[in-house]
């Protein structure tokens, strides 16, 4: 990949106790109001003293995130700890585990850690195998150690922390962990690069960028890859996708991929949102926090993320993967409020807002998917502000056209922690879009914002099981609030459609 910064972390395994690594610093998770547990339970004499003095003395609890420094001054053995609260032992989930192990690594890394000691007993959790409790804490280290500092010149301050011992009790456990590890691993580098497509500003991330990206990764995960230029959608009828791309300089793209990890059986279609840039075109956004909008294109950089994870993992799905990119300028040849355009369905649609073009591109790029007879379509987008105002960050917001495809999607959030939240597309919201000299119009009004753009995609998948994630909210934030999702892009759903997709193989066979 040549936008993704592969992490540099060297992820190792170890069977043993992690106490009696020499010279080390451990992170480990501690329970809220539980005496001396898990691993250090059985801690050597000359460290359970210093732990015991310390945690009262600084009046440690365990409660979530709270983290403690342990420094044991002796000669051998595990040389630092950092405890962090994992809350109540009742309230644990695998995410609430993802995000202390984050905390851990930050705090690590904040007093110049270069290695890292972790646990990977789940008895100590309760459940789990080994295998899933090393993914889990591979990515909640990796995730949180992202940084985007490729365009700043000078000394880089922070130095990394670059490798990882993962300690499990028994030898034959140590393949379990590896394979969870390197999952996690895989995971978590496309996270960072979808991170870093988002982040890296419009001048760099252009269609064309894309396009490279997804050859890319298309070369290394031997797929197939077709890139449709202006011309190429002109001659197919794209109206509506050509619709945005008219105001800019910039070469639109329209980029298919198809992985074939499995033969016989109908592809999965992925369609990623893929604005290089929303200025609003005519209809103009306010220039405060415009500068964001280079995220615009997260659908389709979280699209590129999962293709190079199921390509990288060997997934047996079939998938196809459509990036409709471009930027969306006002210019002397941009679209005008009020045009009408026909769409690569045959449908005509009227553009009353220029800066409602998500909808534009993905109503052609979901019909071009329809083409390929998928028994799925899953489109990802940072399409409305409404969204954003129903739900906020804390869930993806959920609509399509079938219950089984929904809740395997909802289901999948729950287990990866990337949540998703269902909005009705009932037909009584149609009048809002219904054209009033075309077919369709792209704005219904403020009221149901989020619904009304669902329901216009809607229009375009016919009976084909789909769904559609509005990712508005959750694609980017603000200021740090989470510890394994720094400010800025978020890189969300990555994880949350690689477990979707495994989850369906995984049906498959049964
Ligand atoms: N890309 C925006 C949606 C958006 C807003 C994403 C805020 C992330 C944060 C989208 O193209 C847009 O401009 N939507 C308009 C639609 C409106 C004109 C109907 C919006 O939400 O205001
Ligand atoms: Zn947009
Ligand atoms: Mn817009």
């Not at 001054?73 to 405890?83: E, F, N, S, V």
């Not at 008895?123 to 990796?142: C, D, N, P």
């Amino acid at each position: 990949m040549r936008g993704a910064e592969k992490s540099q972390m060297d992820i190792k395994v170890k069977s043993g106790s992690i106490t009696k690594m020499d010279g080390e610093l451990a992170v480990l998770g501690f329970f809220e109001g539980e005496r001396l547990q898990g691993p250090i339970a059985s801690i050597d004499r000359g460290m359970r003293g210093k732990l015991k003095k310390t945690l009262s003395s600084e009046n440690f609890t365990g409660s979530f995130l709270q983290t403690i420094l342990i420094r044991p001054d002796r000669p051998k053995g595990l040389q630092r700890l950092i405890l962090v609260g994992l809350g109540k032992r009742n309230e644990i989930t695998e995410d609430r585990l993802r995000q202390a192990m984050g905390k851990g690594a930050t705090s690590a890394q904040a007093i110049g850690a270069k290695r890292i000691v972790l646990d990977c007993n789940p008895h100590f959790i309760g459940k789990g195998t080994v295998r899933a409790f090393s993914q889990i804490l591979v990515e909640g280290l990796i995730l949180s150690l992202y940084k985007l500092d490729r365009l700043k010149t000078g000394n880089k301050k922070e130095k990394p922390i670059e490798d990882c011992v993962l300690v499990v009790p028994e030898n034959k456990q140590v393949s379990q962990a590896e394979k969870g590890g390197a999952q996690g691993k895989v995971i978590s580098e496309a996270v960072h690069f979808v991170r870093d497509l988002c982040n890296l500003p419009s001048n760099i991330v252009t269609p064309s960028y894309l396009a490279q990206e997804a050859k890319t990764i298309a070369d290394e995960g031997r797929m197939q890859i077709t890139v449709l230029e202006r011309s190429d959608a002109e001659k197919l009828g794209m109206g509506a996708f050509l619709a945005v791309a008219r105001g800019t300089a910039e070469d639109p793209k329209f980029i298919v991929m198809e992985y074939k990890g499995i033969t016989g059986e109908k592809p999965i279609a992925l369609i990623g949102k893929s604005v290089t840039f929303d200025t609003g075109g005519i209809s103009l956004k306010p220039s405060e926090r415009m500068d964001q909008m280079k995220y615009d294109m997260s659908g389709g950089a979280t699209v590129l993320g999962v293709m190079s994870v199921i390509s990288r993992l060997k997934l047996p799905v079939h998938v196809v993967a459509i990036l409709p990119a471009t930027d969306n300028m006002p210019s002397g040849t941009a679209v005008h409020p009020g045009d009408v355009v026909t769409a690569l369905s045959g449908k005509t649609i009227e553009i009353d807002n220029t800066d409602a073009e998500g909808r534009l591109l993905l109503a052609d790029a979901l019909a071009y998917a329809a083409r390929y007879n998928p028994k799925a379509m899953i489109d990802l987008a940072t399409l409305t502000g409404a969204c954003v105002v129903a739900l906020g960050q804390h869930a993806i917001g959920l609509m399509g056209n079938q219950d089984t495809l929904i809740s395997e999607l909802q289901s999948a959030g729950e287990e990866s922690g990337e949540r998703l939240w269902p909005l009705p597309l009932w037909d009584d919201y149609f009048n809002q879009i219904k054209g009033e000299v075309a077919d369709l119009k792209n704005v219904g009004g403020r009221a149901a914002g989020a619904i009304t753009a669902g329901l216009f995609l809607k229009q375009f998948v016919g009976e084909i099981p789909w769904v559609h994630l509005d990712i508005a909210g959750t694609s980017w934030y603000s200021d740090a609030r989470h510890p394994y999702i720094p400010k800025g892009a978020t890189g969300i759903g990555v994880r949350l459609l690689v477990r979707y997709l495994t989850n369906h193989s995984k049906r498959k066979k049964r």
